[in-house]
């Protein structure tokens, strides 16, 4: 049995570490360390394959300003020369980061949920849109990000099989070293303590409505949202 308090860290521990390696792939690829760049007043881009859309379209599209685009797409294409970023890239970023495991399946689920048209790449664009929710867009925008990651089907409910994967992902990506040491039966005592809290009416789905509520009353998972508000 898990002691008390210890299944309410399980419980919040996925979505913390979601976006706290967020916070450390975006700063990977240049788009948040942007407070002393200087912008010129055009975008430079005849050097990358893909060139993005137009800065009014994106300006329009997101809560950004053209010069804060202009600083974005800049330290994305010093990054990513090519315009693009694929799945395999996203692999070796993360087996970066956790070194002492094995991120491969974490960063494909990250992958899918920012490649949002599902044809194998993701773009400047996607990457600014989903900027554009985790640093300004509301709490709901916010946890609505994160529960298209854990929806892995996009059939707009998270089952515990879907769960299960996310949460052996972060487990593995975590590695050997972690402390206290996580026992065998983590992941499923960690799904477990998430339906128990979020399943509002038992009926063994979450829907987006019931993933929203719940974290709205987790003060670990707001607290977290906040890391965002600070970084650019």
């Known amino acids: 049995m898990w002691k008390e308090g210890e299944s309410e860290g399980l419980q919040t521990l996925g979505i913390v570490v979601v976006l706290c390696s967020l916070l450390k792939l975006l700063h990977f690829l240049g788009l948040i360390d942007v407070s002393n760049n200087k912008v010129e007043d055009d975008l430079e881009m005849t050097t990358v394959c893909h ?3 137009g800065l009014e379209q994106m300006e329009a599209q997101t809560n950004f300003t053209k ?4 600083v974005l ?12 970023v694929n799945e395999d890239t996203f692999k070796q970023i993360y087996a970066q980061f956790f070194p002492q495991g094995d991120a491969s399946m974490y960063a494909h689920y990250l992958f899918n949920a920012f490649d949002s048209a599902h044809n194998g790449s993701v773009k400047f664009e996607d990457f600014v849109m989903a ?4 640093l300004r867009g509301s709490v709901r925008e916010k946890l609505s990000w994160t529960f298209n990651l ?4 996009k059939d707009g409910y ?3 099989e879907e769960m299960t994967d996310i949460v052996r992902a972060i487990y593995d990506m975590m590695g050997k ?5 996580l026992r ?3 992941p499923r005592q960690h799904v477990d303590a998430f339906f128990q809290k979020m399943d509002k009416n038992k009926d063994g789905v979450v829907t987006l409505d019931e993933f929203i509520m719940s974290c709205q009353e987790d003060e670990n998972i707001m607290r977290s949202l906040q890391l965002f508000e600070s970084v650019m």
């Open 177 to 181: 070293y972690t402390y206290p040491v």
């Open 150 to 153: 854990y929806d892995i089907n």
């Open 158 to 160: 998270i089952n515990k």
């Open 131 to 134: 900027l554009s929710i985790l």
């Open 73 to 84: 797409y800049r330290g994305f294409k010093n990054e990513c020369p090519s315009g693009v």
């Open 184 to 186: 065998r039966d983590a």
């Open 67 to 70: 010069r804060e685009l202009q």
């Open 51 to 53: 060139r993005p859309e």
